[in-house]
Every structure is written in structure tokens, then in C-alpha cells.
């Protein structure tokens, strides 16, 4: 492989995967050189953490980029790796649109984007030109990509690295815990419903089988609070403190539902610094703080569950 075809160029994906015998040796060695990129780049990062649910639009990458935000204005310094490859969103989340592209070295390295509060942020979602083009991509191709924006992506030394991730337990998160020389722990969303609380199990599960600590478990879209201060529990009610006393983890804080969030959003625009004083951004302050109280505490931990239950 020629000096110039190194770094990150997700367009090899579309060669396929065979090949002859040279190819193949050849790949295995550009493999083990990205994951030696990664271990270093990672050892930069002093926490890197993975933001899990097994279950969709519950808010994910919500709260990776309010959490970003919220932490970045404490002073830390922050990035947030999207590694949502189907449906990317945390960049509109932290203000940068698709497509801004990321600045590519001579070395074959990318520069991530400066994002609201001064994020660092890297995204298929900055690389591809539209909302509409679907990357259809299997899971050894998603585990390449994942591979390669670890390597190749210039983080620079960090406090925290966020890593939004799409629903479920299967290719993208497998392949971060393996990649990653240490996963500091896992953040986890629910909202209130049964079905949501039933799926996150899941979740809990994975941390336990992957052997990687959970920070604790937050509750989004806990409840709505009408013009005249009533409340209503729009989703249920309790399901992420009952999570947390049914599996010995932390619960992290509630958020409430709040159009303004979903309005922002639908506008490309930081929900937290939008609204500041929202009672939506209040809660994302106390959670980031609770998050830093465990995490540089090293009070995470991994949780225990019977190999039944677990599967
Ligand atoms: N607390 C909230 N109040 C109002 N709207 C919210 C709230 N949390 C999230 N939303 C909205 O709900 C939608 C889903 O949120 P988000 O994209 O963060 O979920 P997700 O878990 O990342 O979804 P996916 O599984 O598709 O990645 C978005 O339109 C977002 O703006
Ligand atoms: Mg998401």
C-alpha cells in the first residue's frame, strides 16, 4: 500500500472483502498498524466513554452532546466520536452541519471539527455531502471504520472522549471495548416505559459480558412539566432508579421532556447553550457533575449478573 493511500479514506470499503493471499497479509498489517494508532491515541484520552441504550431514539445523542457541553464548560477538555455510521446525529446536536467535512493531513491523519463549547468532534456525518445518502455498510465494515477513526482521528490529549452510539449491543460497541485499551465505563439512557427498561437490560448485560464498569443510568424524557407547573408522566414513571436498585448502579439524574429540545435539534443547533436555563440543561449540569464525582473517583463498576439472565 502506497504512503499517500494510508489514513482515513472510507471509500476502500467499497472494494469488497476478497482477495489474494497478499491482500490479505497485506490488510492484516495495515489492521495491526491502525490498532497501535488507536492504543496511542487513546492513551492521550484520560476517559473514554460510551453512551449505550440497546434501545432507539431514547436520547442518546442528546445527552452525549449536552453532556459534552455541559463538561466542556467546566473546564475539561472534551471530544465526542459519533459512531452511529447509519443514522449520525450528534453533530446537529453540538452545531455543525452534514457535510462540513473534516481537515485531512499530509500524513493521512483527520483534524476533528471544532463543535459548540469547543468540542472536538468526528462524524461520518461531516464526511458524507447530505442527510439522504445511507451508508449501507455490514459489520466488519463498520468495525473498519470504527478502527479507523480511532487511529487516524488527531485528538490531541483529552479529559473525556464521548462516544455516541446507535441502538443495541451487536458490532459498534463490540468493537470500541476491543479496540479501546480501556473503556473508563458506560453511561446508559432509558426513558420510562417498560419496554425501554426491558431492552436496556440488555445493555447491562453487555457491560457485565465485556467486563467494562457502568457509570450510572439516565432517565430522558422522565416527564413534562405543562405551563402551569403540573407534571405529567408522559412515559411512566421510575423505570431508570428501579434499573439502578435492581442492578446495584448508579442512577445519574432525570431529564424532562421539553419541545424546545426536540425544536433545537430539528434546527442544527446546541440545545444546552440555547436554552442554559432550562430545567432540561439544569439537569444535564448536575448529571455531568455526578458523572465527574464517579468517574475520577474511579467509583464505576462492572455489574454482576447471573450467566442466566446475562445469556
Ligand atoms: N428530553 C427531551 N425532550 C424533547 N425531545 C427530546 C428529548 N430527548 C430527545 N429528544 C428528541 O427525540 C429525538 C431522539 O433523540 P436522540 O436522537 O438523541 O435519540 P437516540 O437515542 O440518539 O436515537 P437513535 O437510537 O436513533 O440514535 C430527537 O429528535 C431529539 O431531539
Ligand atoms: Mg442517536
Known amino acids: 500500500m502506497g504512503e499517500k493511500e494510508k489514513g482515513l479514506r472510507m471509500d476502500h470499503y467499497k472494494k469488497g472483502s476478497g482477495g489474494s493471499y497478499k491482500e490479505v497479509a497485506e490488510r492484516m498489517k495495515e489492521t495491526a498498524r491502525q490498532q497501535s494508532m488507536a492504543t496511542a491515541n487513546m492513551l492521550k484520552i484520560k476517559y473514554k466513554l460510551l453512551i449505550l441504550s440497546s434501545k432507539g431514539g431514547v436520547g442518546k445523542s442528546l445527552v452525549t452532546s449536552s453532556l459534552a457541553i455541559s463538561l466542556a464548560l467546566m473546564g475539561k477538555k472534551v471530544g465526542v466520536l459519533d459512531a452511529d455510521f447509519h443514522g ?5 446536536m453540538l452545531g455543525v452541519p ?9 500524513d493521512g491523519t483527520v483534524d476533528p471539527v471544532e463543535a459548540a463549547a469547543g468540542v472536538k468532534l468526528a462524524s461520518i456525518g461531516l464526511l458524507i455531502p447530505r442527510d439522504d445518502v445511507a451508508l449501507i455498510w455490514r459489520g466488519p465494515i463498520k468495525a473498519g471504520a470504527i478502527r479507523e477513526l480511532l487511529a487516524y482521528v488527531n485528538w490531541g490529549p ?9 441502538p443495541g449491543t451487536g458490532d459498534e460497541p463490540l ?25 436496556v ?9 465485556v467486563k467494562t464498569p457502568i457509570v450510572g443510568i439516565i432517565e430522558n424524557m422522565s416527564y413534562l412539566r405543562c405551563p402551569h407547573g403540573d407534571v405529567i408522566y408522559v412515559f411512566g414513571k421510575g423505570a431508570a432508579e428501579e434499573l439502578s436498585k435492581e442492578y446495584n448502579i448508579p442512577f445519574l439524574g432525570s431529564i424532562p421532556l421539553d419541545p424546545r429540545v426536540r425544536e ?15 430545567e432540561a440543561a439544569q439537569a444535564f449540569r448536575e448529571i455531568a457533575a455526578r458523572i465527574v464525582d464517579i468517574v475520577e473517583g474511579g467509583k464505576a463498576i462492572i455489574p454482576e449478573i447471573p450467566e442466566e439472565e446475562g445469556g
Open 98 to 106: 452534514t457535510g462540513r467535512g473534516m481537515s485531512g493531513r499530509l
Open 175 to 199: 468493537t470500541l471495548v476491543q479496540s479501546i485499551p480501556k473503556v473508563t465505563g458506560i453511561v446508559l439512557v432509558t426513558i420510562p416505559s417498560e419496554v425501554s427498561k426491558s431492552v
Open 158 to 166: 483529552l479529559d473525556y472522549l464521548l462516544i455516541d452510539l446507535p
Open 88 to 92: 449520525p446525529s450528534a453533530h446537529k
Open 264 to 278: 433545537a435539534s430539528d434546527r442544527g443547533k446546541a440545545f444546552f447553550l440555547e436554552y442554559p436555563d432550562s
Open 201 to 209: 437490560k440488555k445493555a447491562i448485560a453487555f457491560a457485565a459480558k
